[in-house]
């Protein structure tokens, strides 16, 4: 089982979209700062987590998230799972 998840940071509010098999040990890194990528934004909160079946739907989500068409489905995705 794999995960699409969104990190939001708690310092400045911007989003941060990545796909792992674990979650939470992701989280932990990213908040560690061992995410090269993330480690001056920290701490980071998680927003949302999506289960895909494999690695390869995993990391095509996420490219697709990253995209214009993707954000705008993913906001909705968001907003729907904080309202419920």
């Known amino acids: 089982m794999y995960f699409v998840y969104v ?17 939470e040990k992701r989280l932990l890194a990213h908040n560690a700062g061992k995410v090269s990528y993330t480690k001056h934004k920290k701490p980071w909160q998680l927003i949302y ?6 690695k390869h739907r995993a990391f095509s989500l996420e490219r697709f998230y990253k995209t214009p068409q993707g954000q705008s489905i993913l906001k909705k ?7 419920a």
């Not at 987590?49 to 494999?54: H, I, N, P, S, T």
């Open 49 to 54: 987590r999506e289960e895909v079946r494999d």
């Open 77 to 83: 995705k968001i907003e729907s799972k904080s309202q």
């Open 7 to 23: 990190l939001q940071s708690q310092k400045d509010g911007i989003i941060h979209i990545g796909s792992t098999g674990n979650v």
